[in-house]
């Protein structure tokens, strides 16, 4: 994920977690718009900051989120490849 986007909202924010969290929920609920509205571009953008939120939040937390993410559903993957593999046979 680019940096860029950590700096932007570290401009913005700075440590202010709260604040950013913050617009991040007002950016869901934009994204929640562009989708009821059908505006494809609009929710494009909006899920665009949504991650970019999330990104410089990661960021604030000390966390990995690319290993994170890749950790947290390699697992789940498994999980469910796990209970798939278990499932009872339909005939």
């Known amino acids: 994920m680019s940096s ?3 700096e932007y909202y570290n401009r913005k924010f700075g ?3 709260s604040a950013a969290f913050i617009h991040l929920v007002r950016e869901i609920g934009e994204i929640a718009f562009a989708i009821e509205k059908n505006n494809i571009e609009h929710a494009k953008m909006e899920i665009t900051e949504s991650v970019a939120l999330l990104y410089y939040l990661a960021t604030k937390y000390g966390l ?3 290993a994170n993410v890749r950790a947290v ?4 993957l498994d999980m469910l490849n796990t209970k798939h593999d278990h499932a009872p046979r339909r005939p």
């Open 4 to 6: 860029i986007a950590v």
């Open 15 to 17: 440590d202010d977690k």
């Open 64 to 66: 990995d989120l690319e």
């Open 73 to 76: 559903y390699t697992k789940k």
